[in-house]
């Protein structure tokens, strides 16, 4: 796999940094020493004296805070402005954090947008105090469901959701309702997902209980990231339909090929969880067969605006169900069996 060991781990988590270059000192006759980063110092609280546990992954070194120290401490965000406060509070419930405090620097409508992000895409995730300075929130869910059983759990949402475009798309109004549902709680067990990845990775307990390799655990947060794209597409589609007021009709060979290519997408994952065989030519030719059915259909004139936009977006995601089958497939070549 291209980015292998913890880096590649990590990067695959979306919470790696830049690439730093360090110089190699010496201490003493033989030891070799390296500085931490200051921004990691900062974040995990680490001072001198403190113990710190270092896993081996190949040539690569995975350098973590005790447990004792990560939970003791509150990670801080600063709010300017939501999205970039989103990013980095989301990143901070994947590291781990039981108490994340937010520092408020911007108008309350900024904080209104945080809190309905947290709660759209967060499971556990409470305000514990709240002052016109700052709000802390605290994480108190303690999932104990184990990797293939939230991704089993992760899969029948995504197989709903589908099936629910689907339907839709055929009725001549779209209603977003049960999707948006369903979407809200297919991002909380992703971000959950995430979180105990990312604490497995740490060298938690979790990994020896699932009895998971660092391998297997690159690909679950692989898979993972494969998920959140299928979502975001899901999402820019229901957007497009809920501007779209007038009655509309999507083109029957475009929805037959979104329930075509979300059937293979479930196959593909399916096979991801229980290590099925699979045919990977077969997977390959369907692929095919449904991108060039869908490019090959004629171009619609005298839509209005919002209506290409939906057909455009409804494309999109035969697209992404398509290509994710495509990666999961892969994914289902290169790990052990979970059941």
């Excluded at 045919?279 to 209005?304: H, S, T, W, Y």
Aim: hydrophobic residues 45%.
């Amino acid at each position: 796999m291209e980015n292998g060991g913890a880096l590649g781990a990590l990067r695959a988590l979306g919470v790696a940094g830049m690439l730093e270059k360090r110089r190699v000192g010496k201490l003493g006759a033989a030891s070799l020493v390296v500085s931490l980063p200051a921004d990691w110092v900062r974040l995990t609280g680490i001072r001198k004296g403190d113990d710190v546990f270092v896993y081996k992954q190949g040539l690569s070194l995975l350098v973590t805070p005790s447990e004792k120290k990560r939970r003791g401490r509150v990670a801080e965000v600063t709010l300017v402005d939501a999205p970039g406060a989103m990013i980095e509070f989301f990143s901070r419930y994947i590291q781990g954090f039981d108490s994340i405090r937010v520092i408020n620097k911007a108008p309350q409508s900024e904080m209104q947008a945080l809190l309905e992000a947290v709660d759209s895409h967060l499971l556990g995730v409470q305000v514990l105090e709240q002052s016109k300075e700052a709000t802390t929130f605290y994480v108190f869910t303690r999932e104990h469901a184990s990797l293939p059983q939230l991704f089993k759990r992760l899969r029948f949402v995504v197989q709903s959701i589908s099936k629910i475009i689907v339907q839709e798309l055929r009725s001549p109004k779209f209603d977003s309702t049960q999707v948006k549902i369903l979407a809200k709680s297919a991002f909380k067990l992703y971000f959950l997902v995430m979180r105990l990845i990312y604490g497995a990775a740490r060298g938690s307990r979790d990994l020896a209980e699932a009895r998971l390799s660092f391998g297997e655990l690159l690909s679950f947060a692989l898979a993972a990231k494969n998920i959140c794209g299928i979502l975001d597409s899901v999402t820019r589609l229901v957007r497009a339909c809920e501007d779209l007021n007038a009655p509309f009709a999507q083109d029957k060979t475009l929805v037959d090929s979104i329930e075509r290519a979300a059937g293979l997408y479930e196959r593909c994952f399916t096979a991801f969880i229980r290590k099925e065989k699979i045919d990977f030519g077969a997977v390959r030719r369907e692929r095919r067969e449904l991108i060039v059915a869908v490019n090959c259909l004629p171009q619609q004139k005298g839509m209005f605006e919002e209506e290409a936009r939906v057909a455009r977006d409804t494309q999109l995601l035969v697209y992404e169900f398509a290509d994710k089958a495509g990666e999961l497939m892969e994914l289902a070549a290169n790990i052990e069996g979970f059941e």
